[in-house]
């Protein structure tokens, strides 16, 4: 049986509901984090519980554990769920609607959910993925909501053209994928926006990762210029680097994974496996 | 105890839970329409549930019951709960989350609830009341989503302010409000934006109600045209027609409630007691 951790307990996952009457369910009024397990460790949780505490302010929304409460709470679950590699969702509402917008902070709903690994295919990492676009600008962009209606709107498109991810464009600037951070390589520059989006932890990470080896730029990216990039990736706590070869009809650089996308994707692999 | 439906059963109002895996919830992937009882008798039905479908549609969301099956639970309701008075709530999400981002439009959530009628103070409808307004499109605005982040993080400004309602604005034009439709006097025209807007049904119906009354524009109005209003109100299935004398610091013609409001106010209220 799994087991999650639901509003001060620890219950099966199954008996894990909450009532219709919930302003995260009737408003959307929500937001969640999710981080990455390896080997039974939790990779970059003080900055996933930095984040949530950046997305629960944004909305008044109050954590109603501390951080060390989480972390033990996170533990015990991947022992009980018998798991190693996993990943963690921690999902914060405002709990039961009060005549349909108000809510009480210190009664939130507050779940930790594990949930198994969903990878993007490995072949991804050999030959590359290809994004498709659409103009969105996220409201709240510098919280993680659960307001992902466009998202799932484009799923299906986003398969039927074989893609991986969804790039949102704003003002002619390419921002963030639905789920992940969006990269180019143009020489020895690694550049990546900054502004108008969610600073994804997996992103700043590999910021400070591989700082030593490029002249980080933080700055707009025009869908111009992604004819001038040479190599291209997007970075997400489950998609880890995945090179991009194609954006629309674009194709990145030769339309191969880039050498230093490839550099970049080891590096990140050698810390995790020594995790 | 009180009643509701949910995914074909009518079941104890305490008992309706839904998986913390819906997608309504992790995703915020859901749609809902709120209707009316006047004495035991939904209100614009058929037009509610003909906006429920345009807003399902617009997420490829499907209703699992028809039209005439809504019809005989709502009223089941009503007797069960005993009820005269109230709102209905019809709720239509994805269902369980598939992956992330998927869902089986086969296996939806849907949930018809019967709330107690939540009414602004009657006074407001002597002195009217005020608006506050805030630069705000609404994503997939010709559907009914449950994506409210931005209407309950206002919430709280809102009441500070003693406004009744956010007025939403684009482009230096006002669009909507929250959970109404907005509308100006001047002269004879009685003049209501169209586009980038959910269309109300009591905004349409209030339309054909007075049409003999007014010369209808609907077009757009841009915030500079406020100033020129000799009245304004905004329309709600729970507020029905709600006079607006002042937003934000534009004080909405003399200030009282317009002899044009109270006429379609009074033949709103003659509609609605006969029914």
Redesign the interface.
């Known amino acids: 049986m799994q087991y999650?951790f639901?509003n001060g307990k620890i219950i099966p996952r199954e008996d894990?509901?909450?009532?219709?009457?919930?302003?995260?369910?009737?408003?959307?009024?929500?937001v969640?984090d999710s981080l990455r397990i390896y080997h039974g460790k939790p990779f970059l949780l003080n900055e996933h519980l930095r984040r949530l505490k950046i997305s629960a302010t944004a909305?008044?929304l109050k954590i109603p554990v501390t951080d060390k409460e989480i972390e033990k709470i996170i533990i015990t679950l991947l022992e009980k769920n018998n798991r190693e590699d996993a990943q963690i969702r921690i999902?914060l509402?405002?709990g039961k609607a009060i005549?349909?917008?108000?809510?009480d902070p210190e009664q939130p709903t507050f779940?930790i959910?594990v949930e198994p690994l969903?990878l993007p295919p490995a072949d991804l990492y050999v030959s590359g993925g290809k994004l498709i676009s659409t103009v969105?600008l996220r409201?709240?962009f510098a919280a993680k909501?659960?307001?992902?209606?466009?998202?799932?709107?484009l799923?299906?498109e986003r398969k039927m053209k074989h893609a991986v991810e969804i790039l949102y464009l704003s003002n002619g600037n390419v921002l963030e994928c639905s789920t992940s951070n969006f990269f180019i390589v143009k020489g020895n520059n690694l550049i990546t926006p900054k502004d108008n989006i969610l600073l994804g932890t997996t992103r700043n990470f590999i910021l400070e990762l591989v700082s030593p080896d490029f002249t980080i730029e933080e700055r707009k990216i025009s869908y111009e210029e992604l004819t001038e990039a040479d190599e291209a990736f997007i970075s997400a706590t489950s998609k880890e680097v995945l090179p991009i070869v194609q954006i629309d009809d674009i194709r990145i650089g030769n339309g191969k994974v880039g050498i230093n996308t490839k550099k970049i994707m080891e590096k990140y692999t050698a810390y995790v496996n020594k995790l």
């Open positions: 999650c639901l894990a509901v909450i009532s219709i009457d919930d302003i995260g369910l009737l408003r959307g009024y929500s969640f909305l008044s999902l509402t405002g005549n349909g917008f108000g809510f779940a959910v969903s969105y409201p709240e909501t659960t307001n992902y209606i466009t998202a799932v709107s799923a299906k």
